[in-house]
């Protein structure tokens, strides 16, 4: 089993749209979690962190079930500039530290 | 404030040649770490570095793969021989003290295709 699981997508969604993420994780000794974004052709950048009681950061909102080892991202009103791939990230005990985990990513693309 | 710097942005190299990647963190950070992120999935941690120590190497392929950070900033990464299966993206990342691992800052990444 995968540590950190995603579908893949692609989901194509029209502006205005709202769309939802999910992934699962597999090691129960995670820490902290996150959400990246990657724009095509870049590199990965932090878009929030996740929260055991629900954070929302504008139009994102992000939900942790520890118990279920779920996280899920759901993105409200969606806006051409959305279209990105979203990385669910996971915080895991390494061999000499905590390092972190990413999933394949799941790719959204936002339609006029 | 200057990001995660990395050297060159793309190469091309043959089967059983050598590669060698560059990566200068943000100043002040004394975690780098270097992913490998092949298409279609996410980035996978090779190794960390703690200033100029090794933290973590246990997903580096060590027959062929090598890393160092001397004087515990800029860093490279090389292949020697390259496969096939090498093509990738190589990122570079940098947390600053104190972040556990949690805020990574990343490069551009080199882009590696092998024929």
């Known amino acids: 089993r995968k540590e950190v699981e995603q579908d893949p997508g692609p989901f194509n969604v029209p502006e205005g749209a709202t769309v939802a993420f999910n992934c699962t994780y597999s090691?129960?000794?995670?820490?902290?979690f996150f959400w990246y974004r990657q724009d095509c052709r870049k590199e990965p950048k932090l878009l929030m962190s996740?929260?055991?009681s629900g954070n929302e950061d504008g139009r994102f909102t992000a939900q942790l079930n520890r118990a279920s080892q779920y996280i899920s991202l759901l993105i409200r009103d969606s806006k051409l500039s959305d279209s990105a791939t979203y990385l669910c990230?996971?915080?895991?005990?390494?061999?000499?530290?905590?390092?972190?985990?990413f999933g394949k990513g799941t790719k959204l693309s936002v339609i006029p | 404030e200057a990001g995660v710097a990395q050297s060159p942005r793309y190469k091309i190299i043959e089967k059983r040649q050598s590669v060698a990647f560059w990566c200068n963190p943000i100043?002040?950070?004394?975690?780098l770490y270097w992913y490998q992120q092949i298409l279609g999935q996410g980035p996978k941690l090779l190794i960390q570095?703690?200033?100029?120590?090794?933290?973590?190497d246990s997903q580096l392929p060590k027959d062929r793969f090598s890393a160092e950070r001397l004087k515990g900033v800029d860093s490279t990464l090389k292949i020697q021989p390259a496969k096939l299966e090498d093509s990738a993206v190589y990122l570079c990342?940098?947390?600053?003290?104190?972040?556990?691992?949690?805020?990574?800052?990343f490069g551009p990444g080199t882009r590696l295709l092998v024929l």
């Open positions: 990342a940098s947390s600053p003290p104190g972040s556990g691992a949690e805020t990574q800052y």
């Open positions: 090691n129960s000794a995670s820490q902290s």
């Open positions: 996740v929260y055991s």
């Open positions: 990230v996971v915080k895991i005990p390494g061999a000499g530290s905590y390092q972190l985990t």
């Open positions: 100043s002040g950070h004394a975690t």
């Open positions: 570095f703690q200033n100029n120590g090794v933290v973590d």
